[in-house]
């Protein structure tokens, strides 16, 4: 049988030419020809109509007489994944996880699927990185002994769907994506061509056949997920693993859930014998200092359901004539325009400074509430003063000078005080009615205030 001609569609207009070219000759965008499966001429079947599995009823129905059914959740024995998941894999569902090399993907997953396999699910391990006997010397370490998770070294997908087919197992982890190829497409594995066709296959089987499929993706440099963006649409849940590959701690996070909350993290530690689960992380992103230093502030995250104190350090030193801002962990966009509020409502200027900032433990924070702490540690490092002792801050700070209040503000002050902290510079609309024991509050309502305020202790 002669091979299947293959086809390359243009990304931007959806024109297709029968070879590769830089430009499409439709549209006319440049590099956006991508190698795609021309669709079997005369099936009478399009290749996409085992898509059906996703919607089995094609009549239209009201929304009030569609039975809401809630779905199921299979727990996998790993408290803080099942967090994240929303309480448990769902039958069907498409998870796809993604972190830096070495971050703890392939472990997690094997301590889940062993959970599983135990809680009696079939569960298959396909593994295209690692030989069978790497596996098997992973698991040894974890101390799953006796484990009776099934595994695969194979990156065929046409013979991962065979096995599938035969084992009928509950739930399928395909460590990595990246390493599947079809034989279909000539691209190489790992090409965005052969990374989304082989998800929509995987997809496709997991809507099909109820099996819950977990998808290892590698990340960018960027740290964004390699391959086509296309991918995050197409499953149902996206989880992220963070966190410093020299720490000890790992975060979790669900960037989007189709089944639960999105932003819940969970919490591991990296031990000898895999990923522990930490139930009460409020105080592991704090540095020990014997003394308050310059340039460090601790301010409480809501991340997820649970609230993190995170310390914020900042170091402010004489620059080039043109000064940088780095971040780690905090948002590099935001943190220009923060030192541009600073300088313009605080009167504190860092124009020729280079200034650098760093969540510490390799925590990424995304939510506005850290600009108070960002511009307090900056203005202390900048004056060589540090903060009082036991001091938190939050706060999003706007670009007219004023400090808004944060979500839930009860809740981390409570948080705070339950760790020993005593003083909080807070917005004054997050003002608890009735005072927290043992934390003394400051309102403030404008950055110029928060930045007197602090002065005024030294
Ligand atoms: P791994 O799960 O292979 O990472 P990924 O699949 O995300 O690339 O994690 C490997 C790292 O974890 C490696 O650096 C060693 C460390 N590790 C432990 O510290 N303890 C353990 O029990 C195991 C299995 C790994
Ligand atoms: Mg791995």
């Not at 085992?50 to 929304?63: E, F, K, N, Q, R």
């Not at 669900?254 to 105080?283: D, Q, W, Y």
Request: proline share 5%.
């Amino acid at each position: 049988m002669a091979k299947d001609k293959t086809l390359y569609t243009c990304s931007a207009c959806g024109g297709s030419t029968p070879r590769w070219l830089g430009r499409c000759p439709q549209c006319g965008e440049w590099n956006t020809l991508i190698e795609s499966v021309p669709s079997a001429a005369g099936a009478g079947k399009h290749r996409f109509s085992a898509m059906a599995g996703l919607a089995p009823s094609s009549t239209v129905a009201v929304l009030a007489d569609i039975e809401a059914a809630d779905v199921a959740r299979t727990p996998t024995g790993q408290e803080e994944l099942d967090r994240v998941l929303g309480g448990g894999i769902v039958a069907g569902a498409v998870v796809l996880i993604g972190g830096d090399p070495g971050i703890g993907k392939s472990t997690l997953l094997l301590q889940a699927l062993d959970g599983l396999q135990r809680g009696g699910y079939s569960t298959l391990y396909v593994t295209g990185e690692e030989s069978g006997a790497q596996v098997a010397l992973r698991s040894q370490r974890l101390g799953l002994a006796q484990s009776q998770v099934q595994v695969l070294a194979e990156t065929q997908l046409e013979t991962i769907l065979a096995t599938v087919e035969k084992l009928q197992p509950a739930v399928l982890v395909m460590d990595s994506i990246q390493t599947v190829y079809t034989e279909q497409l000539t691209s190489a594995p790992g090409s965005v061509a052969q990374v989304r066709e082989c998800a929509a296959h995987l997809t496709r089987m997991a809507k099909a056949r109820g099996v819950t499929v977990v998808l290892v993706g590698h990340v960018t440099k960027e740290g964004a997920l390699a391959g086509p963006r296309v991918l995050e649409h197409m499953v149902d849940t996206v989880l992220y693993f963070e966190g410093d590959t020299h720490s000890s701690y790992r975060l979790v996070r669900a960037i989007k859930n189709r089944f639960g909350a999105v932003n819940e993290i969970g919490v591991f530690a990296m031990t000898e014998k895999g990923l522990r689960g930490v139930s009460n992380p409020s105080a592991i992103f704090l540095s020990q200092h014997a003394e308050p230093v310059p340039g460090s502030c601790v301010l409480v995250t809501l991340e997820g359901t649970r609230p993190l104190l995170v310390e914020v350090q900042a170091l402010v030193d004489t620059g080039g004539p043109s000064p940088r801002r780095l971040s780690v962990g905090l948002e590099r966009d935001r943190l220009a325009m923060l030192l541009a509020v600073l300088h313009r409502h605080a009167g504190v200027a860092c124009m020729d400074q280079d200034v650098f900032v760093n969540a510490v433990g390799g925590v990424r924070i995304s939510e506005p509430a850290a600009d108070l702490a960002v511009l307090l540690a900056i203005q202390s490092s900048l004056r060589g003063r540090a903060l009082p002792r036991g001091f938190i801050a939050f706060g999003e700070v706007g670009l007219a000078g004023e400090v808004r209040p944060a979500p839930r503000g009860q809740e981390r002050l409570r948080e705070a005080a339950k760790l020993g902290f005593s003083v909080a510079l807070v917005p004054k609309a997050n003002m608890p009615k009735k005072p927290i024991e043992g934390l003394t509050l400051w309102p403030i309502e404008r950055i110029d205030e928060a930045i007197a305020r602090v002065r005024e202790l030294d």
